[in-house]
């Protein structure tokens, strides 16, 4: 059981580590320590990462808890596959075609691969996914091996810089349009972005939601089991609401014995992440 949250330490405001995973793990919210290890079983090899961004308040930097390290993103590439998808129409003058549409919708609402090796092919694969992501602030997120988009690298305070380039609309959108030379994404690029990640399928709306009201949320997860250890990536990224304020928060974890274990991960790490961080405003 988690202890009472008001017992975690109040991140600092520094933009950079705002809290560390074992202060996280002293406090008791991501659980209490685990017991020791029967012979035949193995030792917990997970880690997770949090970071949450108020879109209400006045600060522009997340509160991160827990290293901000470089995870595998799993399917949560699939909202920066679009992103790029529709920068790349808006650089040509145009919006998405239909057949660009029939891949977008079922990989964001369905999580369905086959239309991300489509538009992944499309985008360019990895170089066209960095060039995008310059535009949209992105700083620390490298693109998977060809064919490979799963295997993208990302970190927590990234996935926040991608949320605020899709729903934050003071900002309207990444670091060109905040400079003025344009090249961000526009208006009814970023509504797209967020209408799909409003509606994916009932049995896909777990991870960051467990921290909000459900039906106010919009997210992305992204799950993947390793081959080389057989542990899997879980991961979730998203928009929820809290009391009426809006935040963005990302969760990213790997080394989970279980799919369903990295699920109970992340959920129990953005409530007491988000509470945290309601408590700290």
């Given amino acids: 059981m988690l202890k009472r949250l ?20 002293s406090a008791g919210v991501l659980g209490a320590a685990a017991p020791a290890q029967a012979q035949d079983q193995a030792p917990d090899r997970s880690r997770v990462t949090a970071a949450v961004l108020p879109l209400d308040g006045s600060g522009r930097e997340p509160a991160v808890y827990g290293d901000d ?18 920068l790349q129409a808006q650089d040509a003058g145009r919006t998405l075609t239909a057949q660009e549409r029939a891949y977008a919708e079922p990989m964001i609402r369905h999580s369905d691969n086959a239309a991300a090796n489509a538009l992944w092919r499309r985008i360019g694969r990895a170089p066209g996914l960095e060039a995008a992501n310059k535009r949209l ?17 990302t970190t927590a305070s990234d996935q ?11 900002a309207a959108g990444g670091t060109d349009a905040r400079a003025g030379t344009g090249g961000a994404l526009n208006a009814g690029s970023r509504a797209y972005i967020r209408t799909l990640m409003n509606t994916v399928e ?19 997860n992204g799950w993947l089991q390793r081959s080389t250890s057989g542990l899997w990536d879980v991961n979730s990224v998203g928009r929820i609401t809290v009391d009426g304020h ?14 369903g274990e990295g699920v109970s991960l992340v959920q129990r790490t953005a409530r007491a992440a988000v509470s945290s961080t309601v408590s700290g405003h």
């Fill in 6 to 25: 008001r017992s975690l330490p109040r991140p600092s405001r520094t933009g950079a580590l705002l809290a560390s995973a074992a202060a996280l793990l």
């Fill in 137 to 153: 602030g992105l700083t620390a997120t490298k693109g998977g091996p060809g064919a490979k988009w799963g295997l993208t690298r």
């Fill in 202 to 220: 009932p049995e896909q709306a777990w991870g960051v939601s467990a921290a909000g009201t459900p039906s106010a949320t919009a997210l992305k």
């Fill in 69 to 86: 390290v470089p995870y595998d993103t799993a399917s949560i590439i699939k909202v920066d596959i679009l992103a790029t998808a529709l």
């Fill in 160 to 170: 926040i810089r991608l949320l605020r380039a899709v729903f934050d609309t003071g």
């Fill in 246 to 259: 809006r935040y963005l928060v990302a969760v990213l974890s790997d080394g989970n014995a279980s799919m």
